[in-house]
């Protein structure tokens, strides 16, 4: 990666809110492209790296480059980013349209009061296409399943067009199948734009096959480099705190079960 673009540089990061730190000593570099999965236990600093990213915070020592941007400035790349939060409640009364859901993320480009363009419905759409949720567009949003809404939520982040895709464990709550069908369609959004992925997972069996690198943060960086290399029964048993086996699943993929369920 080293003739690849740099678009973050996190340099020696201490960052934390009042006297509790969050993270300690961080250096990360992220190239235009590439698909970054970060692993870690609760509390060990992974949302603050979003924060960080978004500039929704400061460093207390150290330094953050996001999109050539530093300092104070980070904070200007954020139209250029799009951010998925942990999940979000959708009041199963609401009545607005899907369509209406994704054309949120098309504020940041034509401002909050401005009226939407047919070109910002043809972005709507296409994000919709995207994750396959085109045929819903006139949907209540309350009325979809969790699933559902979830997909619809990436593609209102997609419609933001963004540069860089922040992922913040996108599929909590969701049950199995739900997850495989998400995954699927954040990994063929990554290959299919190009886009720069960050994704937040405790599910470690997400980022086989689909992350270019993984992360593992617990407050300081433990690890980081391909998935084949970082996602071992030692390393997880570690980061777990309980025995993990690696299976091979009848397709020849490997499978994390960490005690009697699935990381």
Not at 40 to 46: D, E, R
Not at 141 to 152: A, K
């Amino acid at each position: 990666m080293g003739n690849e673009e740099r678009i973050i540089a996190l340099d020696d990061v201490n960052a934390g809110y009042a006297e509790q730190i969050a993270l300690e000593n961080l250096s990360l570099e992220v190239h235009r492209g590439e698909f970054l999965g970060i692993i870690g236990p609760n509390g060990a600093g992974k949302t603050t790296i979003f924060k960080l990213i978004l500039g929704l915070m400061e460093p207390m020592a150290g330094s953050v480059q996001v999109l050539g941007y530093s300092g104070k400035e980070v904070r200007k790349a954020r139209p250029r980013l799009g951010y998925l939060p942990q999940r979000e409640e959708i009041d199963p009364q609401s009545l607005g349209s899907v369509l209406d859901v994704v054309l949120m993320g098309r504020y940041s480009r034509i401002g909050l009061f401005r009226r939407v363009r047919a070109r910002d419905r043809e972005i709507a759409q296409r994000a919709l296409a995207q994750v396959q949720m085109e045929k819903f567009a006139s949907h209540p949003i309350g009325h979809l399943s969790g699933g559902q809404q979830q997909r619809v939520l990436v593609a209102r982040t997609l419609a933001q067009e963004p540069e860089l895709l922040l992922l913040d464990e996108p599929t909590t709550a969701l049950d199995v199948a739900t997850q495989q069908d998400l995954i699927h369609s954040i990994g063929g959004i990554h290959r299919a734009l190009g886009l720069t992925v960050l994704f937040i997972t405790h599910n470690v069996n997400t980022l086989i096959g689909l992350a270019d690198r993984v992360l593992y943060v617990n407050r300081r960086l433990y690890a980081i480099g391909p998935p084949e290399e970082i996602l071992t029964e030692p390393m997880l048993t570690e980061m777990y705190g309980h025995e993990v086996a690696i299976l091979t699943r009848p397709d020849g993929r490997p499978c994390v079960i960490v005690g009697d369920s699935h990381a």
